[in-house]
C-alpha cells in the first residue's frame, strides 16, 4: 500500500504564488508517473500537470508558463509551484501517482492523496 500526502494549501492573493508538497510513503518497488490535478466546485476533477519519473513534464494548457512541476526521486516526493495565480485557480488539489508493488509485476496501481485546498482571492 502507498499513501500519498499533500501539504502547502491555502489562501492567497491573486498574483500570488503557492508550492504544494506530495510525499509518498508504504511499501513498493518504484513510483511511475506523479501527477497533480485539481477540481473546483462543481467542476470534474482534471490533469495539471504530470511528471514522469525520467522528469519528462507535461502540463495542462492554462497552466504553462504559470504553473512548473518537479520530484525528488529520492524522497519520493512531487512538487507544485504556482505563480500569478488567480481566483480561476480555486480548487482542491490532488496529488496521484503510478506505483508498482513489486519488480515482477507489471501492473501500474494508481494512488490519490486526500487533497489540499488552494483558495485565491483578494
Known amino acids: 500500500q502507498v499513501q500519498l500526502v499533500e501539504s502547502g494549501g491555502g489562501l492567497v492573493q491573486p498574483g500570488g504564488s503557492l508550492t504544494l508538497s506530495c510525499a509518498a510513503s508504504g511499501t513498493f518497488f518504484r513510483i511511475n508517473d506523479m501527477a497533480w490535478y485539481r477540481q473546483a466546485p462543481g467542476k470534474e476533477r482534471e490533469l495539471v500537470a504530470r511528471?514522469?519519473?525520467?522528469?519528462?513534464?507535461n502540463y495542462a494548457d492554462s497552466m504553462k508558463g504559470r504553473f512548473r512541476i518537479s520530484r525528488n526521486n529520492a524522497k519520493n516526493k512531487v512538487f507544485l509551484q504556482m505563480d500569478n495565480l488567480n481566483p480561476d485557480d480555486t480548487a482542491v488539489y490532488y496529488c496521484n501517482a503510478e506505483v508498482r508493488q513489486e519488480s515482477w509485476i507489471a501492473r501500474r496501481d494508481n494512488y490519490w492523496g486526500q487533497g489540499t485546498q488552494v483558495t485565491v482571492s483578494s
Open positions: 511528471i514522469t519519473s525520467d522528469l519528462r513534464t
